[in-house]
């Protein structure tokens, strides 16, 4: 959970310290926003640069805020377990966000015609497909066995070792997943970055089924 915290930390400081570089390297004045063709429209200070950052700080310390309360709960141990992963999420989401504002006035030459812009938003989602990857690591990890919900194979409802196991390892393939969704969705053009992202949580699902079958046969 002390990691998670600290890495949710990290996240949040991140695009922060990207501003405030940015702000070295800026103009005095910086592109805001862009017409259909991609040309500037709208323009303002480089210290607005800084808005988004802030903004994600922020939030980070009203999430820690509700974490604290939610510790106070007469379930705390679980709920702030769970209050820990949303926090990382939220937090991570508009780090995403704040990155790709500071982002954009300071690439020159950046498409930013619809058709660019439309490029971008599905690499921006299959970012944030692969930040709730890592997210949900812990909460796979620790699906209870049941017959509804989870990896349900005639191996992981043979019994509750193997399900346990295979969960584990779903949750450790998901997170690896995860980190490899965020880095193609920097690479890969388009619509090719969420097939990535779809494709890499396919594989965990199989890898993990394997793993299932294969720990079953060895008890």
């Given at each position: 959970m002390a990691n998670k915290k600290l890495l949710t930390n990290a996240v949040a400081l991140l695009p922060l310290a990207a501003g405030l570089a940015a702000i070295c390297f800026a103009p005095e004045e910086i592109p805001l926003g862009f017409d259909g063709a991609g040309a500037p429209d709208e323009w303002g200070s480089r210290w607005t640069l800084l808005l988004w950052p802030l903004a994600v700080l922020a939030l980070r310390l009203a999430l820690a805020g509700l974490g604290r309360l939610a510790a106070l709960d007469k379930d705390g141990a679980h709920l702030a377990a769970f209050m820990d992963t949303a926090a990382f999420a939220v937090t991570a989401f508009f780090a995403v966000i704040a990155l790709y504002k500071l982002a954009v006035p300071m690439i020159p030459g950046l498409d930013m015609s619809r058709a660019g812009r439309c490029a971008r938003i599905m690499q921006f989602a299959a970012a944030l497909l692969g930040i709730l990857f890592i997210a949900a690591k812990d909460e796979v990890s620790a699906i209870p066995y049941n017959k509804n919900v989870g990896l349900k194979t005639k191996y992981t409802l043979a019994g509750e070792d193997v399900?346990?196991?295979?969960?584990v390892f779903w949750?450790?393939?998901?997170?690896?997943?995860?980190?490899?969704t965020v880095t193609l969705a920097v690479f890969l053009p388009g619509v090719w970055s969420l097939v990535a992202a779809l494709v890499l949580f396919a594989l965990t699902a199989v890898s993990a089924a394997v793993y299932a079958g294969r720990y079953a046969r060895r008890l």
């Open positions: 399900w346990r196991a295979a969960h949750g450790r393939a998901l997170a690896a997943a995860g980190g490899c």
